[in-house]
């Protein structure tokens, strides 16, 4: 089974931009889709946006959609969340998490395997 170590997370004021790296050791990293999701206290995890297993489709959550870009590089078991133009409302632990699956995962229920989470924070 794989496992997961999240990294790139920080304190940035509103406007700037972020790159969150999810590494994977353990297993053959393109087996996997992998999902990215958010949460802060007293919430439910969000779903943020998610990859198939080589990075062909991708998806996102209409609250980052034309912001945010996802993409994986399985030559160096790593899958990327690059975010731009971040509001406070970003502001989050974010997790990747990942599934042996070829399709790709939309849902928190559906993903086995979860990091550890970075914080985000975006300040005004």
């Known amino acids: 089974q794989v496992q997961l170590v999240e990294s790139g997370g920080g304190l940035v004021q509103a406007g700037g931009s972020l790159r969150l790296s999810c590494t994977a050791s353990?297993?053959?990293?393109?087996?996997?889709?992998v999902g990215w999701f958010r949460q802060v206290p007293g919430k439910e995890r969000e779903y943020v946006a998610a990859t198939n297993f080589n990075g062909g489709r991708v998806d996102y959550s209409d609250s980052v959609s034309g912001r945010f870009l996802t993409s994986r590089d399985n030559d160096k078991n790593t899958a990327y969340l690059q975010m731009n133009s971040l509001i406070p409302e970003d502001t989050g632990v974010y997790y990747c998490?990942?599934?042996?699956?070829?399709?790709?995962?939309?849902?928190?229920?559906?993903?086995?395997?979860w990091g550890q989470g970075t914080q985000v924070t975006v300040s005004t």
């Open positions: 998490a990942a599934v042996h699956s070829w399709t790709i995962v939309l849902n928190a229920a559906g993903y086995r395997t």
């Open positions: 353990g297993d053959t990293f393109d087996k996997y889709g």
